[in-house]
């Protein structure tokens, strides 16, 4: 556990095991350009791109990015349309490369609504990367934390289980990889907009305006420094936490 006198510019000394990102600012981005929203999409897939990398160096073991939340459909019909071909593309040029360097890719989200192509590419990146082991890449497509909480109730429900937290655990969509440990929004904004409500109970959060197509390694660097001076308490005073571990809250990591 990092000590507290850690400061921000102290090397990192922690990597969190769990890295989450809400990957907020393309439009602004494109917009200060003058350039279509879209082409700070565009951006954005390039920073995803370092950012993977960036993370394998540094044996992050989970990486969990928002890519379209639920609420995203609201957005102009073109701008939906230019999201949903950037992720069929992303996924034909991307995989191939994901695969090679271990990478095990996962689509946390609600397939209703998708087309059928693009869930057949979905499809298709999770078998072929199916056995990788080096680190696993959730890109939450049609993600809504609310949406996530009741698809999880449902099911337990319908198999006549019952709704506990430690069967909320198992059924909601980040069950394969537990709860992440730092969750970073980049854009300035700070509020989590239905990203990992059940997951991010005792996450870290690190707010940056740095816009996302403009993330980098360096900056990832920040984010994790400044986890690295947190004391993750779980509802423990900090003596206790100092001299034994805390246990996590709602499930051990794998
Ligand atoms: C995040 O960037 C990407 C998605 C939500 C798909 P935005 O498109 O929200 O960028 P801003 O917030 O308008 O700058
Ligand atoms: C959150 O960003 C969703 C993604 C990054 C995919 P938004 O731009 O949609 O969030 P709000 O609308 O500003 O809260
Ligand atoms: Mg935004």
């Known amino acids: 556990m990092a000590s507290r006198s850690q400061s921000v510019n102290t090397p990192v000394a922690v990597v969190p095991r769990h890295v989450a990102i809400v990957m907020d600012g393309n439009g602004r981005w494109a ?58 593309l992303a996924l034909s040029r991307e995989v191939p490369k994901l695969n090679k360097n271990g990478v095990r890719l996962h689509f946390p989200g609600d397939s209703t609504g998708l087309s059928p192509r693009l869930l057949q590419g979905l499809e298709k990146a999770q078998q072929t990367t199916a056995a990788n082991d080096r680190m696993v890449l959730n890109v939450c497509f049609n993600y809504g934390g609310r949406w996530d909480i009741a698809q999880a109730a449902r099911k337990l429900v319908e198999q006549g289980r019952e709704v506990t937290e430690a069967a909320l655990c198992e059924t909601t969509a980040l069950a394969h990889v537990g709860d992440p440990d730092l969750l970073i929004r980049t854009g300035g904004e700070m509020r989590i907009s239905n990203f990992l409500l059940w997951q991010c109970a ?53």
């Open 31 to 88: 917009k200060k350009r003058h350039l279509p929203r879209v082409a700070g999409h565009k951006q954005g897939v390039d920073a995803l791109r370092r950012t993977v990398r960036a993370c394998l160096e540094r044996n992050v073991q989970v990486l969990t990015v928002f890519a379209f939340s639920s609420e995203n459909w609201n957005r102009p019909q073109e701008e939906v349309s230019g999201l949903m071909e950037l992720l069929v």
């Open 202 to 254: 005792y996450t870290e959060l690190f707010f940056t305006s740095c816009l996302w197509p403009d993330f980098d390694a360096g900056e990832l660097d920040r984010a994790f420094a400044d986890f690295a001076g947190r004391e993750r308490r779980f509802g423990q005073t900090s003596e206790q936490v100092t001299q034994a571990p805390p246990a996590a809250v709602g499930r051990t990591h794998a």
